[in-house]
């Protein structure tokens, strides 16, 4: 029976440690405001080859061609292995809102989200007004938009 201790204690470990990857700790230090963008922006954090990133994207330009004008801002972090790749991804999928490759200051900036796709809302104060990791839920997103733009003066 002592023989088994060890292996189980190591199963014990790998599982606590799979499930906390699991949970909402997916970031080093969740930031409650982000400095240094302007107006209210929409950053999605995804990688070329993420399914979900990918079945996203019509909902993303739809939402980007209908806020943009009332002054929403929709940025993409890319996280591929290169630059290239990103930018192959970005002419194939026609994304219409800039996408910028990846660095360490702008993924602390974000508590260094580790899953893909990850959204952040910004309002126009710097706070992050949603958060959402996974596939988009559009009527979430569409609420959390309007609540941080002033849409009585801009209707999509």
Avoid at 13 to 32: F, K, N, T
Avoid at 113 to 119: E, G, M, Q, V
Wanted: charged share 25%; net charge neutral; aromatic share 12%.
């Amino acid at each position: 029976m002592k023989f088994f201790r060890p292996q189980i204690l190591l199963f014990g470990v790998a599982l606590a440690l799979g499930l906390s990857a699991c949970s909402d700790a997916q970031y080093d230090r969740i930031p409650e405001k982000v400095e240094g963008y302007e107006g209210v922006n929409l950053f999605v954090f995804h990688t070329s080859w993420c399914g979900y990133c990918n079945a996203e994207l019509p909902t993303l330009k739809k939402i980007y061609a209908e806020y943009s004008p009332c002054g929403l801002h929709v940025i993409g972090v890319n996280e591929d292995d290169d630059e290239k790749t990103m930018l192959e991804f970005v002419k194939a999928r026609e994304i219409p809102y800039p996408v910028v490759y990846w660095d360490f200051k702008l993924m602390k900036k974000f508590g260094h989200p580790r899953s893909i796709p990850t959204h952040f809302l910004i309002d126009s104060t710097g706070n992050i007004q949603m958060r959402q990791i996974g596939l988009l839920n559009e009527k979430i997103l569409r609420t959390q938009i309007e609540k941080a733009l002033d849409v009585t003066h801009c209707r999509p």
